[in-house]
């Protein structure tokens, strides 16, 4: 097959160069029977065998306890590709080439016997494909049984193949410090660091990669990446979905182990780092290394006013669907102590990132699935832009969208047109997808074809996995001493506990919401709204999560913004007490006050715990102004609502 044009990250070549297929070789998938393997690897070497990435010489080798023949394995991963292919279009040609390469071989991975029988179809296949003895060992099973594998391998003989060797080694790495130690030293009792391959698969995404290629192939904004530009910044990996069946697991791990020590600190690394000497796999690493050793190690005691944990009840999905509370998930312990959210205040003690938070925040069952890295800078001086009509300037941001949207956006502010100097928050935004084309991919295809060109870039090495490990453990320690008493304390669904606004409302800032057009277009007050509208409506409203029982808005209070509701229930209460009327997610309230310039007509009051945007008066009136069909419909509401015949349309024309 013609090898396809693409680019390597770590290519010390002209990016626009062709991409070479990777080495010849032989790959031997330890548990091919398993999820993994059909979910993620067989659709990768499919996505690689598309684009000419692997070589004519090359074979697979599957291997696991399930006593299947080369023929059935063939047909089985045929089908399973029909489900987990990610690409739009079948490539009869493609599948068929990688089919014919695809072989297998049961047994125990304990068994002596199974690794003669692997080594006799290794080398068959090694003299018939001319694979030179190159030999990746991909470790697609429990990590208790790497060592045993290793010792194996190494027993067989497999190390008297004439090629190179490597290993890749699948998560998880260890479950804290102590067993990620042993873990690297039974692995370096029989292979050496650069043989090793330890995937983290998130940085395999394009986007991560692309801090990489953002910071330090642009003379925009390093110069402004450090302690004297950036206020703040903030890692947020939120997930949809629950646990998925995965409850054995996940009991044990949790999202501390299971998204925050690994990935997330993994791409921690990429957006604060010292620019590398070069793109090589070793100064990249070296610098990744550096970096999360100046991370601060708490004491358990620092380390509690720094996290904060939670774990979901009962909800609804962002789908619509029914999600059972975390306890009471298949495997799962029914009085769990485990987290399922967690968000935390980190400081990186160098001289580039003294004394800026860094915030991070993942869990599982949330309102969205979105990954977003938001780089807040600080302030710019207002002397300029005081004055009646001004107010208080937000700062620049930048965000790195690296899931589902895939993009980067920056934030900055521009005049209002008109005659007088308004401020207002726009953006400019690169999208992934408008500039680029690019077939959807796993992931995993480009730490398969680094592996097998021996570029370590994007993997882990001994020192950072430690490194990350000595992060987390304090954090792990303070809190399996100290039970969680308020769990389950966020509603499947929701945006997690209120804990975790505390614990940036406490330094005076707020987390970053990014509100993209779907969610909006679940209100009905925009939905069918153009683009305009949408972009600076979601630019202006900001997150507030309240407690079921807390009143958001009291009769008679001065009123200066109106709410959205995104998740819950909130009631409309008269001066006895009695409700009038119940407000669901899509509802909106407090506009009135903002119409009429009147204190509030009505108490509102938190049925449940709600998830609402606010939208403040100046903003209210400024889109009134620019968008007569948010004119309408508010006037609209009100109307309907209050019985009040409002002009909105006078209210968006008067002077602010
Ligand atoms: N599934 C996924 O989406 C992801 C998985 N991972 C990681 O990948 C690894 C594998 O996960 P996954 O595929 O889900 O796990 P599975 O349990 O689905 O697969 C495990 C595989 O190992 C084989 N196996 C286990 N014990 C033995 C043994 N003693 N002898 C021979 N074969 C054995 C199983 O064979 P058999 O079934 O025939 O007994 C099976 O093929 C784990 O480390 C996981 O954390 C990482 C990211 C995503
Ligand atoms: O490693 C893991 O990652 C997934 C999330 O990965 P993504 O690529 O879908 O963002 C997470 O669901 C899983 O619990 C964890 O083990």
Request: charge should be positive.
């Given at each position: 097959m013609e090898p396809a044009r693409s680019v390597s990250?770590?290519?010390?070549?002209?990016?626009?160069e062709p991409t070479a297929p990777g080495d010849p070789c032989i790959l031997v998938i330890f548990g091919a029977s398993g999820d993994l393997t059909k979910r993620l690897l067989v659709p990768s070497l499919y996505n690689l065998a598309c684009d000419g990435l692997l070589p004519e010489q090359f074979a697979v080798v599957g291997i696991a306890k399930d006593g299947l023949t080369t023929e059935a394995f063939r047909s089985r991963m045929a089908a399973d590709l029909r489900t987990f292919?990610?690409?739009?279009e079948f490539d009869p040609r493609a599948w068929d080439w990688l089919e014919s390469r695809l072989h297998y071989t049961p047994g125990d991975f304990g068994d002596e016997e199974a690794y003669g029988r692997l080594k006799e179809l290794v080398s068959r296949l090694d003299a018939e494909r001319g694979t030179g003895g190159n030999l990746l060992f991909y470790m697609a099973t429990l990590p208790s049984l790497f060592g045993l594998i290793s010792e194996k391998l190494n027993g067989a003989g497999f190390k008297g193949f004439p090629g190179w060797q490597r290993m890749i080694v699948e998560k998880p790495f260890g479950s804290d410090l102590e067993s990620a130690r042993a873990l690297n030293r039974e692995l370096l009792a029989h292979w050496r660091e650069d043989q090793i391959f330890r995937i983290d698969h998130y940085l395999g995404k394009e986007t991560v990669q692309n801090i990489l290629a953002f910071r330090f192939a642009n003379e925009l904004f390093e110069p402004l990446w450090n302690r004297r530009h950036i206020d703040h910044i903030q890692l947020t990996v939120s997930e949809a979905v629950g646990v998925e069946g995965r409850g054995g697991y996940y009991d044990r791990a949790g999202v501390l182990r299971d998204m925050i020590q690994n990935h997330m600190l993994q791409m921690l690394a990429y957006v604060c780092m010292e620019p590398p000497a070069s793109f090589s796999a070793d100064d990249i690493r070296d610098e990744k290394a550096k970096l999360l050793r100046a991370v601060r190690r708490y004491s358990p005691e620092v380390a509690l006013s720094n996290a904060v944990r939670g774990q979901y009840g009962a909800g609804t999905r962002a789908d619509g669907a029914a999600c059972p509370a975390y306890r009471s998930e298949k495997e799962v312990d029914p009085g769990s102590n485990t987290e399922t959210f967690a968000a935390l205040r980190l400081f990186i003690d160098n001289w580039r990132w003294e004394n800026v938070p860094i915030y991070l925040r993942s869990g599982k069952a949330l309102w969205k699935r979105g990954t977003e890295v938001a780089v807040q800078f600080k302030r710019a001086p207002e002397v300029l832009f005081r004055g009646p009509t001004m107010r208080r300037m937000p700062s620049n941001r930048l965000i790195f969208h690296i899931q589902p949207d895939q993009g980067i956006e920056s934030n900055f502010q521009a005049k209002v047109p008109g005659p007088v100097m308004q401020l207002q928050s726009v953006n400019m935004r690169f999208s992934y997808g408008e500039s680029f084309r690019a077939e959807r991919a796993t992931g995993y295809e480009v730490m398969i074809y680094g592996c097998m060109t021996g570029d370590a870039t994007l993997f882990s090495r001994t020192d950072l996995v430690e490194a990350a490990w000595q992060v987390a453990q304090p954090i792990l320690d303070a809190w399996s001493g100290r039970p969680a008493r308020d769990f389950p304390n966020y509603d499947a669904g929701s945006w997690g506990p209120v804990a975790a606004n505390d614990l940036l409302e406490r330094d005076g800032r707020r987390w970053y919401e990014v509100i993209d057009r779907e969610t909006l277009g679940r209100v009905p007050l925009f939905r069918g709204g153009d683009p305009l509208l949408l972009n600076q409506v979601s630019m202006a409203l900001r997150p507030h999560a309240v407690p079921a029982g807390e009143v958001i808005i009291r009769e008679g209070d001065p009123g200066s913004e109106m709410y959205l509701i995104c998740r819950g229930e909130a009631e409309v209460i008269d001066g006895e007490g009695e409700v009038l009327a119940t407000l669901r997610e899509g509802a909106c309230f407090g506009e009135v006050a903002l119409l009429l310039s009147e204190h509030r007509t009505a108490t509102v009051r938190a049925r449940t715990s709600c998830d609402l945007f606010v939208l403040d008066r100046a903003d209210f009136r400024r889109i009134l102004r620019d968008h007569p069909q948010f004119c309408e419909a508010i006037t609209r509401i009100a109307h309907e609502r209050y019985d009040t015949k409002i002009d909105a349309s006078a209210l968006a024309a008067a002077p602010a």
């Open positions: 990250l770590s290519s010390p070549a002209t990016p626009a292919n990610t690409r739009k």
